[in-house]
């Protein structure tokens, strides 16, 4: 059975701390790209789903491949076995070579799961976290050995897309950042570098952006369609700031920008916006409950 096997630091077991839509993301790409995987949350239920949702992810995929159905098939099964499930993340990253913490944006929990993942891992496993608004420095504070962490942040959907932001803090260590870059190109994703700083490259221009767009309709200036349509028509993007905001997630995109504005209180870009604070007060928070700057439940 061919296993993927990484330069630099050798990487073969992968552990992935979180399965939600990133975490399940991660460890489908991960699998597939040759990696032993250990997906762990200690919600059973969100395991489930998100083996679900990886199964169904992989077939389609797979129905894009060139080869007999039986490669297919066979694509599928081998990506499969290759994931383990585990509710205990001692347990999950004891073997690990590299761990992957992607667990929801509270930097309490990330601090208290890393201190968990630091005194059951390997002494030379490399340790990461998908964050996509804290500091490394923040999460990482905690740490003992601070040279062996980094940040590996994905994209949503990361099966479908291509980037991959690998950032080090002062204290990573060159060695780190080398695998963690071999590790980004081994699973297929072009990697970009960026300093520990809030958001890294694309949060940091597309949350301010989603909020320049609700200050625009706030003032009255286009309609919610009219700047989707713009953007999508004469920027190229695939999605409109609406619309994107709404498949993130109105509460993510908030979380992060009132936690970059306290932190940040004299940078204008991170100011709030009342559209978005009154809709996730209702509890309308995109895609993911139905409704959201658009409604989805027809
Ligand atoms: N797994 C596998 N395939 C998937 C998938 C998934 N989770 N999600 C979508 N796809 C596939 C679809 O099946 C489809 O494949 P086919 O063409 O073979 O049918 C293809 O991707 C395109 O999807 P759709 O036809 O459903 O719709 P679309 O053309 O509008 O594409 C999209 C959907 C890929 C999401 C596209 O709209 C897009 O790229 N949107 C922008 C996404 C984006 O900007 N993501 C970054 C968000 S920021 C972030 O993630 C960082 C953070 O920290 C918040």
Do not use: C
């Given at each position: 059975m061919f296993t993927a096997k990484c330069a630099m630091q050798n990487i073969r077991n992968v552990a992935i701390?979180?399965?939600?839509?990133?975490?399940?993301?991660?460890a489908q790409v991960t699998a597939s790209s040759g990696f032993n995987v250990m997906l762990a949350d200690v919600n059973k239920k969100a395991l489930d789903r998100a083996m679900k949702a990886i199964s169904q992810s992989v077939t389609h995929l797979s129905k894009k491949q060139k080869g007999t159905d039986k490669e297919k098939s066979d694509f599928v099964t081998l990506t499969m076995s290759r994931i383990k499930t585990c509710n205990n993340v001692s347990t999950a990253v004891a073997d690990a070579d590299l761990i992957i913490e992607a667990a929801i944006e509270n930097i309490d929990l990330k601090r208290g799961i890393f201190a968990q993942i630091e005194q059951s891992c390997k002494k030379d496993s490399i340790?990461?976290?998908?964050?996509?608004?804290?500091?490394?420095?923040?999460?990482?504070?905690?740490?003992?050995?601070?040279?062996?962490?980094?940040?590996?942040?994905?994209?949503?959907?990361v099966p479908v897309m291509k980037l991959l932001e690998v950032i080090r803090s002062d204290d990573t260590s060159d060695e780190t950042y080398a695998t963690l870059i071999k590790f980004g190109t081994a699973v297929g994703k072009t990697t970009v570098a960026c300093k520990d700083s809030p958001g890294f490259i694309v949060n940091r221009l597309l949350i301010p952006y989603f909020f320049e767009a609700a200050r625009m309709y706030e003032?009255?200036?286009?309609?919610?369609?009219?700047?989707d349509e713009a953007m999508k028509l004469g920027a190229g993007h695939p999605m409109g700031p609406f619309e994107?905001?709404?498949?993130?997630?109105?509460?993510?995109?908030?979380?992060?920008?009132?936690?970059?504005a306290a932190k940040y209180p004299e940078v204008q870009l991170f100011e709030a916006s009342p559209l978005v604070d009154k809709l996730v007060a209702e509890g309308k928070l995109g895609r993911k409950t139905g409704d959201g700057f658009y409604s989805y439940k027809k």
């Open positions: 701390v979180g399965s939600g839509q990133m975490g399940s993301g991660i340790l990461t976290t998908n964050t996509s608004s804290f500091l490394l420095e923040d999460v990482a504070k905690g740490l003992q050995d601070k040279t062996r962490f980094g940040g590996l942040h994905f994209f949503n959907p003032r009255g200036d286009a309609s919610m369609t009219d700047i994107l905001a709404d498949y993130i997630g109105l509460d993510t995109v908030k979380f992060v920008m009132d936690g970059w």
